[in-house]
């Protein structure tokens, strides 16, 4: 890949990962994604980050359409995880680092990682800052952003932050800038990303929102390792917007209804339940755990609240794909949620006791009274079904 010019002296290198769909083996990529770098060229030329080991032809590529690799100074390493640091080893053999840089956490997931024996390392403090000649470099520790290790970049003179996987989005595209993408495209992508990666750590998000702040970080360019580079200072302004927002998790008349079906009971329970929350003046997302991907719903309950659960007993419990979710979900921490639970049985019915233990252990508001049908629903169960959505849709008129 040709390096891109973001300003004078700072390229984007890496690589676009055009077929990625299945993003570190949790959650969909529709769209593919990147593995982004950066290069900053001064007296002492710096690479920060670098790409997952298939790709490392590609990002010597990118550094050689600017410079010869030999020629880069320093590394710095602002998170672990091998999407960034896979391509550590083959770097550290093509450029001969004088120095590496990382936060204290990172240096002990490197030894970790690479077992290595001499490299040159060494551990920058937050809020430390690095001279590169011309252009001077401040970082910043981002822990548990989402790794104990995170940390980022920021150049004060020229307002660029490199940002990690903070506001990064799974967007593979020919267009590397944020203005140059449709703005619904990169909400969605960046919320599909925040809340499926993200989103346990809302209150370290909101944290080190207030800490970048408070110390003048007020970026015109945020250059993630993940997706397109946010140009501007309004664009920049909408990414951190979107991030506090997504930490907030504010109840919203959003209600995310997903269920499992055997004999298709708990399906019409669950389309009944939909058209009955609709009438409430609810926005509604039914989802079948078949034909949705777990983190397609996680996507959709981030900005929900209220989460309702479908499923038929089986073997005195769920079945397995509602069982996954929940898992899943639960993984996730979401905040500030009312839940429900709905489901058929044959003879014993412990589905529904089931999903309100795993609803109240994620600290989900349980209003209703779960409501459970043997075998086959009739008008009648309809009619509880309905006082259900009624009593979830008033519990959630009173948070908004
Ligand atoms: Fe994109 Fe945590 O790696």
């Not at 926005?283 to 309702?308: F, N, P, R, Y």
């Not at 005195?316 to 429900?340: C, D, E, F, H, S």
């Not at 529904?352 to 009648?380: C, I, R, Y």
């Amino acid at each position: 890949m040709q390096a891109t010019k973001i300003i004078d002296g700072f390229h984007l290198v890496g690589a676009i990962d055009w077929n990625s769909r299945d993003f570190h083996g949790y959650t969909l990529s529709p769209m593919g994604t990147t593995y982004n770098a950066y290069l900053v060229e001064d007296e002492k030329t710096t690479l920060f980050d670098t790409v997952k080991a298939e790709y490392k032809g590609e990002l010597l590529c990118g550094i050689a359409s600017v410079i010869d690799p030999k020629k880069i100074d320093y590394l710095v390493i602002q998170h672990l995880e091998l999407d960034h640091a896979g391509a550590l080893p083959a770097l550290i053999e093509a450029c001969q680092p004088e120095k590496i840089f990382t936060s204290s956490l990172g240096q002990k997931a490197m030894e970790s990682h690479f077992h290595y024996k001499d490299w040159p390392v060494q551990v920058v403090k937050h809020g430390e800052t690095l001279s590169l000649g011309k252009r001077t470099v401040t970082f910043y520790e981002t822990r548990m952003l989402h790794w104990p290790d995170s940390m980022v970049s920021w150049f004060a003179d020229e307002k660029v932050l490199i940002s990690n996987d903070i506001f990064g989005q799974n967007i593979a595209a020919s267009e590397r800038f944020s203005d140059q993408i449709p703005i619904h495209t990169m909400e969605r992508a960046m919320r599909e990303y925040y809340a499926n990666i993200v989103n346990p750590y809302a209150p370290q998000t909101l944290k080190a929102i207030e800490t970048l702040v408070a110390a003048g970080v007020a970026p015109e360019y945020i250059c993630p390792d993940h997706g397109v580079i946010f140009r501007g200072a309004d664009q920049c302004a909408f990414a951190v917007q979107k991030y506090v927002e997504f930490a907030e998790q504010k109840p919203t008349n959003k209600v995310v209804i997903f269920y499992d079906t055997m004999w298709h009971s708990t399906e019409k329970m669950a389309r009944v339940l939909a058209e009955c929350f609709r009438e409430e003046g609810c926005t509604v997302k039914l989802m079948w755990c078949k034909a949705c991907h777990h983190s397609q719903i996680m996507s959709e309950i981030s900005d929900a609240g209220a989460v309702v659960v479908g499923c038929p007993t089986h073997n005195n419990g769920i079945l397995p794909y509602v069982a996954g979710t929940l898992q899943y979900i639960k993984g996730l921490r979401p905040q500030n949620k009312i839940g429900g639970a709905f489901g058929s049985f044959g003879w014993s019915g412990e589905s529904t006791k089931v999903l309100a233990e795993w609803l109240t252990g994620m600290g989900f508001d349980m209003p209703a009274t779960p409501v459970k049908v043997k075998n086959v629903p009739t008008h009648a169960d309809y009619e509880q079904l309905k006082a259900m959505a009624q009593a979830i849709a008033k519990a959630l008129k009173a948070r908004l």
